[in-house]
């Protein structure tokens, strides 16, 4: 098959005059050049596309793919990340990972945390601030966790996220409001564990490969998986393989908040424990990082002992089978 590799280049970004902290999420060369190598290893034949203009551009002048590696994270607005699926969708060509209305309804965690709790799916008793005027009614025990509600890759987090005081709530929203011209999700602060699972698959055939254990090192920024933590990942944090029953639990409700929310192919969904150990969903991730050496999912499937080429071939395995055999 030729297989198109949509995704969004730091460097191109940084190019144009965007921070550091703006492109976090987006990828480095040697993601591409690992994910195009394992597709090509695997049998296919590969073409890049790059990111939502490149797109544009691309079919405007009439290339086509048997189906589109799509990791694309987007810049502007709430269905940032859905950009890229829409467009192909209105070509029909198909593409990895979930479709676009999971892909918005994920990037906005407010929303999600709505659609997994009335699935009974466990996620921390939160609000979401729109303006300045919300903070006030606020409702909620301290402490709390604040970030953006639209942010990957730890954006917005920092130390300053654990709120233990009126006064803290008020200037963290404030600054976040106005940092990141979006809503502010602020929830329930559950100080005990965190793991983060990856999921492989769709539907009924999606299944849990395993759960990290994110441990925080005596010298990482304080109380959460921040966006420091993330970029200094290899100094900072311990991913440690956990196979106890609370681990099997995370695996269990992550695995229902894949398919709830309608998730395809790869995931990775992030958990914590409150104070009494009882585990809840605060983050899904439905097109997980894939660096092989510095992401949470291919880190999972090295400490499992899953090559890289499989975790790839899987992937691919999972979306071909939404494509008609016809046209296979």
Request: aromatic share 6%; net charge negative.
């Amino acid at each position: 098959m030729k297989i198109g590799i949509a995704y969004d280049l730091r460097q191109e970004y940084l190019a144009l005059g965007f921070t550091e902290e703006q492109t976090a999420e987006f990828d480095r060369p040697d993601t591409i050049d690992a994910i195009e190598a394992s597709i090509r290893r695997l049998g296919h034949e590969t073409a890049r596309i790059g990111h939502l203009r490149s797109l544009v551009g691309k079919l405007a002048s009439g290339e086509r793919w048997d189906l589109v590696f799509n990791f694309t994270e987007g810049m502007h607005g709430f269905a940032r990340e859905a950009q890229v699926p829409a467009l192909l969708e209105a070509y029909n060509i198909p593409y990895t990972f979930s479709d676009a209305l999971v892909l918005a309804l994920t990037l906005h965690k407010g929303m999600a945390k709505h659609v997994m709790r009335d699935q009974g799916i466990p996620t921390p008793d939160f609000a979401v601030v729109q303006s300045a005027d919300d903070i006030a009614a606020i409702d909620l025990p301290l402490p709390l966790f604040a970030k953006p509600v639209a942010e990957g890759t730890g954006k917005g987090v920092s130390a300053t996220s654990r709120i233990t005081s009126r006064e803290a709530l008020d200037r963290t929203c404030r600054e976040l409001l106005e940092r990141f011209e979006q809503p502010v999700l602020v929830e329930t602060y559950l100080p005990g564990r965190e793991f983060t699972v990856g999921i492989l698959g769709t539907g009924h055939a999606a299944r849990s490969l395993g759960t990290l254990e994110v441990v925080l090192k005596d010298n990482a920024e304080a109380h959460a998986y921040s966006y420091v933590n993330k970029e200094k990942c290899e100094d900072l944090v311990q991913y440690v393989l956990v196979d106890d029953p609370m681990a099997k639990q995370a695996a269990e409700l992550a695995l229902r908040a894949h398919r709830g929310l309608g998730c395809r192919d790869a995931s990775r969904i992030d958990l914590r424990a409150d104070a009494q150990g009882k585990l809840a969903v605060i983050e899904v991730n439905p097109v997980a990082g894939m660096h092989p050496l510095h992401s949470d999912l291919p880190i999972l499937c090295t400490a499992i002992g899953m090559p890289y080429d499989a975790l790839i071939s899987e992937i691919l395995d999972s979306a071909f089978a939404r494509i008609p055999k016809k046209d296979r």
